[in-house]
């Protein structure tokens, strides 16, 4: 005979040495599982429980992750808007969140919107004001996401113990947070696009120019979407 404590009110019962199967604790009527194989479900339950992620998407989700704060610090100092001419392309102007910068060959000179006292310097002042905001909460943001995302996985593996209410403040965040991040980044670059002045608001000739927003403008607008959508995946999966 084998002593063994019932799992719900740990009283003792005995069994036969080679019981195996379904039993009911005579002492409080409990019903409970002894010397049983474990099924596929379970063995999955207990590798996820011992894996670094839950689903492989996971790994992929901190890849983007890291990406997306490589591109915010970029963000900060690439350009939004340029302007040159068709006949003379060595000269060109380049708009930045905080400066535009001129071009002529191989020299530029860069310019503060609050130094300037033009109308048109203040308004893109203000649009690159308003988006540097958005970018620099988005930037915070990504990287508490990917801190929360590290210590997840090694929680996952028991390197890292955490409080219950931290942990789950760690999955809400490793999970979620890359959806802030996408809408702050949506919003920053529209409300750029809207407030930004126009060839007719900033009186150019455009007769011989080339002008308009860069590819880093439109690819900011585009990626934000991809990342919520790749983020509501992740999500659906882990």
């Not at 860069?110 to 048109?120: G, I, L, T, V």
């Amino acid at each position: 005979m084998v002593e063994i404590l019932c799992p719900h009110c740990e009283g003792e019962i005995e069994l036969d040495d080679d019981a195996s199967g379904e039993f009911e604790c005579p002492l409080c009527n409990g019903e409970f599982e002894w010397n049983v194989e474990p099924t596929n479900e379970q063995l999955s339950i207990s590798y996820q429980k011992g894996s670094i992620v839950n689903h492989p998407i996971q790994f992929f989700g901190l890849g983007f992750s890291v990406i997306m704060l490589v591109v915010l610090i970029m963000s900060l100092s690439a350009t939004y808007y340029t302007f040159s001419f068709d006949e003379d392309d060595s000269f060109r102007v380049n708009f930045k969140l905080s400066e535009y910068e001129m071009e002529a060959g191989e020299n530029s000179i860069s310019f503060d919107y609050s130094e300037s006292e033009d109308e048109n310097d203040n308004t893109w002042g203000v649009a690159g004001f308003v988006a540097k905001i958005c970018f620099i909460l988005a930037l915070i943001i990504c990287s508490l996401a990917i801190i929360a995302r590290v210590l997840d996985a090694l929680s996952n593996i028991e390197v890292v113990q955490l409080p219950e209410v931290a942990e789950s403040i760690v999955n809400g965040t490793a999970r979620f947070s890359s959806f802030v991040v996408a809408l702050l980044i949506l919003i920053g670059i529209i409300l750029f696009m809207i407030i930004s002045p126009s060839a007719a608001t900033m009186e150019i000739n455009t007769e011989g120019v080339s002008y308009g927003f860069t590819f880093f403008t439109w690819f900011m607008l585009v990626l934000p979407i991809l990342y919520s959508v790749f983020s509501k995946l992740e999500v659906d999966f882990s």
